[in-house]
Every structure is written in C-alpha cells, then in structure tokens.
C-alpha cells in the first residue's frame, strides 16, 4: 500500500499574536511544524504535500527537500485546505494521512499506527482519537449504539448532548486517498464557521456505505494543539520533559530536569552532570564527565570530555578536553580553548584560542589573538583589538607571562618565555626572553603629605 502524508500550515494564527505564522513558532530549538514532517518522514511515506498560506516562503524555506507544497490562497476551511492538493494526490491509489502543522508532539509511532490500523480494519476513513480530561474547544467524536463513528461535531456546533462526551478528534485522519478527493467535492459550508470542514467528509463517507473507524491513542498529551502563547508554553514543556528524560535514559545526570532547558538538538555524553537553571540551545555538543552548574548558557558550542562550566555564557565556542571555566566568565564566537586550559571568573574572549594549560584567571578581555601553551595571563588584563576603524591581532608564544592589568595594543607580537611587566601598555613586540617594563617611573617624595597648603587647616577633610 502505498502512503501518502498532507500536512495543513496554511493558516496565520491570529490568537498567538505573532508577525510569524503560528507553525513557524519553535519548540526547544525547532519549528512546530518542523516536528510534525519528520514524524511523518519516519514512517517512510511515498509522498508528503504541505498546504501553504501565510507565510508560505518562510514554510516553504523551513521545510526545503522534506516536502512538495501547494498554496491555499485563501484559507476556506481545512476540507478546502486539503482539495487544494489534488492535482497532486487525487489520482493516487493507497492511504492518505491528514495532520496539522501546529501539533508537534505527535510522535512517528503513533502515525504508524495509525496508518496500520486504519489497513488492517479495510476503513475509507480513521479517525485519531484520545480521552481528554477537559474537552472544551475539540470538537467531539459522535459514535452510534453499536460504537461506529457517525460524524464529528465541532464545539460551537454541537448540541449539549454532543458536547458531553470526552472523546476528542485529535485533527488527525487517514483516508482511502481517492475516496477522499470524491468526497471533498461534496462537502458544503453550511456551519457556524461557513467554512469547509474536512471532518464533514467522514459522514459524507458513512451515508455512502463506506467503513469509518477510529483508532484512540493511550496518550492524550500528543494532541495538543497550539494555538496560543499559553499552549506554546504547555508544548514546551511537555518536549522538555522528553528530552531530558532521553538523555538521562543515555547516561547524563540531571539533577532538576524540570529547570534545565535543553533543545532537541543537542547532544550530551555519558556520565555528564547537568545542574538545574541551565540552558542548552541550538547544535551544542557536550562530551562525557562534564559538569555544568546552575546559570550556565550554552549556545551552539562544543565542549569535550571532561570539562566544567560554572555559571558562564558559551556562544559559538569551543571547549577541548580537561578545559574549564566560570564562574561569571564569557565565550563569544570563535572562542578556542584548548585542552586543559583554565579561564576563571570574571574574563571574557572572542575570537580568540586559549593553548594548552594556559590561564587566564580574572577580570580580562582577551578579543582577537592566538595564545600559545603554558601562558599565564594576569588579573585585568586588557587585549586592546580595536583602534576605532579595524580590529587587528595579538599573538603570545609558549610560556610567555604577562602581568596584571597589562595592555596589549594589537598588532603586537609576545615571543615564547617573553615576560610583561604588570601594569605595562605594550605596543611593540617584545622577544623571547625579554622582559616589557611600560610605565612611568615611581616617584616618592618624603614627607610630602604635611607640607600639603590644606593638610594644615582644621576644617580640611
């Protein structure tokens, strides 16, 4: 049998009162609708059609190679939402899965069952269906004495009666695909909404003599769909919970996963311990036996084997093995430290490499230079990059020393086991073994402090 998947993202959203249309609203690093095709990837379906509206380059960019696409253009109703792929699918032989951009938490299994269920029962239509705890706003399963399905009623269409039971439509279907398109063609909009409800196709469907059958899921909490910043939130946190229970499942301690965000992407190595109140976004890349504690970021960086973090920012940095950092300390991009190198609190650095088992322990900005091994880098000191028009490089060699609240002024150059006096302003190059002494010379003179005109008066503070 041949399977073919139609996902629905024409529609704007107006109650998430976002410039983006809704589906292109993320989740843990990646866009709903994102979630909802590669779950429907995972069940390997001849052919995947997205409907198009608001936002239609954005989606299009968003979902590029994963998907064919057709622009609904204007947004009728999802029975006209989905006519609108018919030159694409109408002429195709085999099952057809209807799913909505804006549920991302369905996952591929359930798809699959679906799709196995609705084959094994010989249905013209299936159904998604859960339990919900609050019903309110889904629209309502309506099944006969025997348990057939007889139709779905949408929540402002519904009789109290109707309204009262709990089974929900997920807004999941599975269609024989040709008896589908047909039925498409008779559906009106003769509803509260005036719009072309697809559901209309199931009684469509059953007053033809067609088998309509609905497959209920044990987890109700994959069908929420957002619509809302509130249930924006809600799907945040029930993804959160997901990923940070697979990686535990992996072997990485969380020890408050509740407070840990971590984005879907994000890969972390064994026996890693992540402390509560941290964030890991984007591709981040975290290596085995590290610990990150409280208040750290890490964002699109990679980190090796071994490494600590305390309470600092990684943007687009690196991390070698042994390496650590914090507290209060800053990576920005193009950050390399290398193996075993210590960067204490207090220090910012961009686009810099730190060598192996150098130190930078305090209160230092260190922006476009090339550290070699065994550095030592003063309390405060300052690599001045930048004269106002270009930012220009700084290199240290091997061993070099440097001492507290020096200025290195790039371009400069600090040869191997060169050394540089504290508080010095260093401009030019200083060779190896050399030690730079830049400042003024200390002055003291005796008694200098009585023979002040004002230290005399009384009434001088």
């Not at 359930?110 to 249905?123: A, C, E, I, M, V």
């Not at 109700?220 to 029930?238: I, P």
């Not at 030019?428 to 003291?444: C, E, H, L, T």
Request: net charge negative.
């Amino acid at each position: 049998m041949k399977k073919f998947v139609i996902v629905l993202a024409a529609g704007k959203g107006t109650r998430m009162k976002s410039k983006s249309c809704k589906v292109l609203n993320k989740i843990c690093g990646k866009t709903m609708v994102e979630y909802v095709v590669e779950a429907a990837q995972a069940t390997e379906p001849d052919k995947i059609v997205t409907i198009v509206g608001n936002g239609a380059e954005e989606v299009k960019k968003v979902l590029a190679g994963k998907s064919e696409f057709v622009l609904q253009k204007k947004q009728l109703g999802t029975g006209d939402a989905v006519l609108t792929a018919a030159n694409k699918l109408a002429a195709e032989n085999g099952a057809t899965l209807v799913i909505t951009g804006d549920t991302p938490l369905f996952t591929s299994q359930t798809f699959q069952k679906l799709f196995d269920y609705h084959q094994s029962k010989g249905n013209a239509a299936t159904v998604l269906t859960a339990q919900a705890p609050n019903p309110f706003g889904y629209g309502r399963i309506i099944r006969d004495d025997q348990d057939n399905v007889l139709r779905i009623v949408e929540q402002k269409d519904g009789t109290a009666e109707e309204l009262e039971t709990n089974e929900i439509n997920t807004g999941v279907f599975c269609f024989d695909n040709q008896k589908l398109f047909s039925a498409l063609k008779q559906v009106n909009n003769h509803n509260a909404q005036g719009e072309y409800y697809l559901t209309d196709v199931l009684e469509i469907l059953r007053n033809q003599g067609e088998r309509i059958g609905a497959y209920k899921m044990p987890d109700f909490s994959e069908s929420l769909g957002v619509n809302d910043r509130m249930a924006l939130a809600q799907a945040t946190k029930t993804m959160q919970k997901r990923i940070n229970e697979k990686h535990m499942v992996n072997g990485v301690t969380f020890i408050d996963p509740e407070t840990a965000y971590v984005d879907v992407d994000v890969k972390i190595g064994c026996d890693t311990q992540i402390e509560g109140n941290v964030v890991i976004k984007g591709n981040a890349e975290i290596g085995n036996n590290c610990v990150i504690t409280s208040g750290s970021r890490i964002v699109d960086s990679k980190i090796g084997n071994n490494v600590t973090v305390t309470s600092s920012t990684l943007e687009q940095a690196e991390m070698d093995d042994f390496s650590d950092i914090g507290p209060n300390s800053h990576l920005r991009p193009q950050a390399i430290i290398r193996k075993g190198a210590h960067i204490g609190n207090f220090v910012e650095i961009k686009n810099a490499e730190i060598g192996e088992n150098s130190k930078v322990g305090h209160l230092t900005y260190v922006g476009d230079a090339t550290l070699g091994k065994d550095v030592n880098v003063g309390c405060g000191t300052i690599f001045a990059n930048y004269d106002g028009v270009k930012k220009d490089h700084t290199n240290v060699g091997d061993h070099a020393f440097i001492g507290s609240g020096a200025t290195l002024v790039a371009p400069v150059n600090i040869a191997d086991h060169a050394f540089v006096a504290a508080d010095s302003t260093i401009t030019k190059d200083v060779a190896k073994y050399d030690m730079a002494i830049a400042r003024g010379r200390q002055v003291n003179k005796p008694d200098y402090w009585h023979k002040l005109p004002l230290s005399n008066d009384p009434n001088w503070k």
